[in-house]
T-cell receptor, first 112, second 116 residues
Framework: DQQVKQNSPSLSVQEGRISILNCDYT??????FLWYKKYPAEGPTFLIS?????DKNEDGRFTVFLNKSAKHLSLHIVPSQPGDSAVYFC???????????FGQGTILTVHP | EPEVTQTPSHQVTQMGQEVILRCVPI?????FYWYRQILGQKVEFLVS????????KSEIFDDQFSVERPDGSNFTLKIRSTKLEDSAMYFC??????????????FGNGTRLTVT
């Protein structure tokens, strides 16, 4: 199932800089997109979401951008902190009311 | 902050045995879900549950799987006769409404199921 893809398995960033995590999708029926963060031995933790009627949503240091024509979304973290080091998953939902389709995840490492 | 709790954290079972994974969703949530992640693979949807019945299930959720809300607080996933390929991390999740802009899923910390 390649409907949601995160093409970068890992990303390394210096503390204080911007982290940009990318996600592409193929299913044009998706209308709700989410980012989750996951630490080892824990479940995914909801970070931020965006509806397809918007192109940007901001919450503190986290901003999600949606480009519907390109079927692309990105998560910006500014400034990055060492505690942000985790696996980040992008997920999408569409007409299936209760179902999220996840990407493979990107391991973010923020160096002090 | 309220959280979804799952027990046990790790379950080891022999092939062919039945297992029940338990979850306590967030108390005012109405929608409940099971997802799983096989090692090295994506988190994948298994089933959603609302109003005491299955709303949707994936092709993975065959007759070997069942879900139940036996009382007002617990939500369980039963695998009748486990196979080696059922080994995975199983995540329970809940949401106040169906998946939407104002109703993200909240996940538990998972149960690692190992089938030997």
């Amino acid at each position: 199932d390649q409907q949601v893809k995160q093409n970068s398995p890992s990303l390394s960033v210096q503390e204080g800089r911007i982290s940009i995590l990318n996600c592409d999708y193929t299913n044009s029926m998706f209308d709700y997109f989410l980012w989750y963060k996951k630490y080892p031995a824990e479940g995914p933790t909801f970070l931020i979401s965006i509806s397809s009627i918007k192109d940007k949503n901001e919450d503190g240091r986290f901003t999600v951008f949606l480009n519907k024509s390109a079927k692309h979304l990105s998560l910006h973290i500014v400034p990055s902190q060492p505690g942000d080091s985790a696996v980040y998953f992008c997920a999408a939902s569409g007409t299936s009311y209760g179902k999220l389709t996840f990407g493979q995840g990107t391991i973010l490492t923020v160096h002090p | 902050e309220p959280e979804v709790t799952q027990t046990p954290s790790h379950q080891v079972t022999q092939m062919g045995q039945e297992v029940i994974l338990r979850c306590v969703p967030i108390s005012n949530h109405l929608y409940f879900y099971w997802y799983r992640q096989i090692l090295g693979q994506k988190v994948e949807f298994l089933v959603s549950f609302y109003n005491n019945e299955i709303s949707e299930k994936s092709e993975i959720f065959d007759d070997q799987f069942s879900v139940e809300r036996p009382d007002g607080s617990n939500f369980t996933l039963k695998i009748r006769s486990t196979k080696l390929e059922d080994s995975a991390m199983y995540f329970c999740a809940s949401s106040p409404g169906g998946v939407s802009y104002n109703s993200p899923l909240h996940f538990g910390n998972g149960t690692r199921l190992t089938v030997t």
